[in-house]
C-alpha cells in the first residue's frame, strides 16, 4: 500500500477555493454554482444518535446540506467515504464533514471507485445527456485518477470507458472499454474489452480476449477472480437488440455467455455475483435500449450451473426492485424497491440462503434514489450507504441567492443492516 500524498486543505488550497471549502464546511454540502454565499448557512439536520429523520431511528446521516450527490463509496479501510457531488469528486471522513476536493469543480464525474493506493478514480462521461442516469444506454467515458497533491488534480487513466467496478478491498478498477469496429460493417456487433486499473502509477493489465456487445454494467465477485456483466448485442440481420449475462474469469481472460434475455427485456444496473448464483434487475420495455428506470423491474437469477433465469422468491409477486448491491461476503442482497406500486420506496436486505427480506428504513415520506450506482455496502458488511432527501414540510428562508441553491438536497444515509429490530418491515 502506497502512503499517503499530501491533500488538498484550508491551507494549501487558492484563496477562492478556500471561500468555496468554508461554504462547503458551514452548510455540510454546499453548490459551488453562481454567485458568493452572502449570509447564513443553511442548519444541518440533527445527527444526534437514535433521531429518525425520516428512514428509521437507526439510520445516520453522513452528509449534510444542498447538492446533488451520486456514488458513495466507503474506503477499504471503512474510514472514509467519496462520492459525486455536482459532478465534482469529494471524500471525508465517515462521521465527519470535513470535505476534501478530489477534482476541480465543474468536472462532470459520475462515479468513483477507491483505487488500491487509497487514491480516487472518477469516470467521466463524454455525453452530457447521459452523465449520471440509468435510463439510458451509457455513452464511453474517461476515468481518471486523483493526484494527491497541493490541489485538486486528476490524470488519464482509460479512455471509452462503458462501465467500471472496483475489486474487493480496493485492489483495483475493473472497467470494460468499447473497442473500435474493424470492418465498418453497419452488421458488425459492437466489441468490449476488460482492462484491470490498479493505481495512476502502474501499468494497465488488458485482457485481449474481446467480448461480443456493448458491456452497460459490471460488477466483480466477492473473492475477486471473476466478473459479471450485463452486455448489449446490437440489432443485426435478425433486426432486434438484445441483452446478456456474461462472466469473465480473470485467470482465464475469456467472457462465457451465462444467458439471453428475450426481446424486449432490458438490464438496470450490474448483475450482482453472489453465493446464490448471479443475481440480477430486469424488466419488460418497448425499447430495451432505453434501460427505462421507470419501468417495473423485477429481481431475477441464474442458479450456479444453470443458463435459465428465475424470478427470486421471498420478494412478492408485486415487489417493484430498482437496484441492488451484493455484500462483501456474497450472502446477502441490498435491495431498494417498492412491495406494490403503492408502497413507499425502501430499503431492504435478502438473506440469500433463507431467502427472507428484511426492511431495514422505515421511509416516512423520504425520497430514496434509485440509481444502481447510489448504493455502496460497507466493507465490514455491516452497513449500506444511500443516498436521499426529504420532502419539503413548509417554506423556508434562505439568506443567499436562489441560484446558489440546489433543488436536489441529496445526502448520504448509513442504514445498520444487522440485527435488523422485529417489525420495520414496510407492508404495502
Known amino acids: 500500500?502506497?502512503?499517503?500524498?499530501?491533500?488538498?486543505?484550508?491551507?494549501?488550497?487558492?484563496?477562492?477555493?478556500?471561500?468555496?471549502?468554508?461554504?462547503?464546511?458551514?452548510?455540510?454540502?454546499?453548490?459551488?454554482?453562481?454567485?458568493?454565499?452572502?449570509?447564513?448557512?443553511?442548519?444541518?439536520?440533527?445527527?444526534?444518535?437514535?433521531?429518525?429523520?425520516?428512514?428509521?431511528?437507526?439510520?445516520?446521516?453522513?452528509?449534510?446540506?444542498?447538492?446533488?450527490?451520486?456514488?458513495?463509496?466507503?474506503?477499504?479501510?471503512?474510514?472514509?467515504?467519496?462520492?459525486?457531488?455536482?459532478?465534482?469528486v469529494v471524500e471525508k471522513p465517515l462521521y465527519g464533514q470535513n470535505l476534501q476536493l478530489e477534482t476541480s469543480t465543474g468536472f462532470g464525474a459520475e462515479q468513483a471507485e477507491w483505487l488500491s493506493d487509497e487514491s480516487l478514480a472518477a469516470l467521466?462521461?463524454?455525453?452530457?445527456?447521459?452523465?449520471?442516469?440509468?435510463?439510458?444506454?451509457?455513452?464511453?467515458?474517461?476515468?481518471?485518477?486523483?493526484?494527491?497533491?497541493?490541489?485538486?488534480?486528476?490524470?488519464k487513466l482509460l479512455e471509452e470507458v462503458l462501465a467500471a467496478g472496483a475489486l474487493p478491498g480496493g485492489e483495483a478498477v475493473a472497467a470494460a472499454v468499447a473497442v473500435e469496429p474493424t470492418t465498418g460493417s453497419p452488421n458488425e456487433q459492437p466489441r468490449s474489452?476488460?482492462?484491470?486499473?490498479?493505481?495512476?502509477?502502474?501499468?494497465?493489465?488488458?485482457?485481449?480476449?474481446?467480448?461480443?456487445?456493448?458491456?452497460?454494467?459490471?460488477?466483480?465477485?466477492?473473492d475477486g477472480r471473476e466478473v459479471a456483466l450485463a452486455v448489449r448485442r446490437e440489432p443485426g440481420n435478425?433486426?432486434?437488440?438484445?441483452?446478456?449475462?456474461?462472466?469473465?474469469?480473470?485467470?482465464?481472460?475469456?467472457?462465457?455467455r451465462v444467458t439471453r434475455l428475450p426481446k424486449g427485456m432490458g438490464i438496470l444496473g450490474a448483475p450482482q455475483w453472489t453465493s446464490q448464483g448471479i443475481h440480477f434487475v430486469a424488466g419488460e420495455q418497448d425499447d430495451p435500449m432505453a434501460r427505462d428506470a421507470s419501468a417495473p423491474h423485477s429481481?431475477?437469477?441464474?442458479?450456479?450451473?444453470?443458463?435459465?433465469?428465475e424470478l427470486v422468491r421471498g420478494i412478492g409477486e408485486d415487489f417493484i426492485t430498482a437496484s441492488?448491491?451484493?455484500?462483501?461476503?456474497?450472502d446477502r442482497l441490498a435491495v431498494v424497491g417498492r412491495r406494490n406500486p403503492g408502497s413507499p420506496t425502501n430499503l431492504y436486505v435478502l438473506d440469500l440462503a433463507s431467502e427472507i427480506l428484511e426492511a431495514a428504513t422505515t421511509n416516512q415520506n423520504m425520497e430514496i434514489k434509485t440509481n444502481p450506482r447510489d448504493l455502496t455496502w460497507s466493507p465490514d458488511g455491516r452497513s449500506v450507504v444511500l443516498i436521499s432527501r426529504g420532502a419539503l414540510s413548509g417554506p423556508g428562508l434562505y439568506d443567499t441567492p436562489a441560484s446558489n441553491l440546489s433543488s436536489a438536497f441529496y445526502n448520504l444515509y448509513e442504514v445498520p443492516v444487522t440485527d435488523l429490530p422485529a417489525g420495520e418491515e414496510t407492508e404495502g
Request: glycine residues 12%.
Open 193 to 222: 474489452r476488460l482492462v484491470l486499473v490498479r493505481s495512476p502509477e502502474q501499468p494497465l493489465q488488458v485482457y485481449l480476449r474481446n467480448i461480443k456487445g456493448a458491456v452497460t454494467g459490471l460488477s466483480i465477485s466477492p
Open 124 to 155: 467521466k462521461s463524454e455525453n452530457e445527456t447521459a452523465a449520471g442516469g440509468a435510463s439510458v444506454v451509457p455513452a464511453p467515458g474517461t476515468l481518471f485518477g486523483t493526484i494527491r497533491d497541493s490541489t485538486p488534480d486528476t490524470s
Open 1 to 88: 500500500m502506497h502512503s499517503r500524498r499530501p491533500r488538498a486543505t484550508l491551507k494549501t488550497l487558492p484563496l477562492a477555493l478556500v471561500a468555496f471549502v468554508l461554504a462547503l464546511a458551514l452548510t455540510g454540502c454546499g453548490h459551488p454554482s453562481g454567485e458568493p454565499w452572502e449570509g447564513g448557512a443553511i442548519p444541518p439536520a440533527s445527527a444526534t444518535p437514535g433521531t429518525d429523520l425520516g428512514l428509521g431511528s437507526r439510520v445516520r446521516p453522513l452528509s449534510f446540506g444542498p447538492g446533488d450527490k451520486s456514488s458513495p463509496r466507503v474506503s477499504p479501510s471503512g474510514e472514509r467515504v467519496a462520492f459525486v457531488l455536482d459532478g465534482y
Open 324 to 330: 441492488i448491491s451484493v455484500s462483501p461476503d456474497g
Open 299 to 309: 429481481l431475477f437469477r441464474i442458479p450456479e450451473g444453470s443458463g435459465t433465469p
Open 238 to 256: 435478425a433486426g432486434e437488440s438484445r441483452f446478456e449475462v456474461h462472466t469473465y474469469r480473470f485467470s482465464e481472460g475469456q467472457p462465457r
